[in-house]
């Protein structure tokens, strides 16, 4: 069974159009891994300029074996160098009881 997931990317400084462009990248590339299933990935951006995505995970073991994939460690590496992940509830929008965002296209 599949797994919805939703994660908050924090550009750092001067990397937010570097971190949406690897986060379009995200989703097909956990795809070639066989790691997520075909749902379309919904990437957005708050108002402080933190990336949204959502997307579905093939399943728990896909999600483990994400830890242990040489290309998904690289891919995570390049994460880390243009961002940090937030937690959701730190975002302005979480407060209101339909949390609006930007699409990313």
């Avoid at 379009?24 to 708050?46: Q, S």
Wanted: glycine letters at 4%; one cysteine or more; proline letters at 6%.
């Amino acid at each position: 069974m599949g797994q919805i997931v939703i994660v908050a990317y924090k550009p750092k400084p001067g990397k937010a159009e570097a971190l949406k462009v690897l986060t379009k990248t995200h989703v097909p590339r956990l795809k070639n891994e066989g790691l997520v299933t075909d749902r379309k990935a919904i990437i957005m951006e708050a108002a402080d300029g933190t990336v949204i995505e959502v997307f579905e995970w093939l399943s728990q073991e896909a999600i483990n074996n994400a830890h242990h994939n040489p290309a998904v460690l690289q891919m995570w590496a390049e994460y880390a160098e243009v961002c940090d992940y937030v937690p959701l509830n730190t975002l302005a929008e979480a407060n209101n009881m339909f949390a609006g965002f930007i699409p990313v296209d």
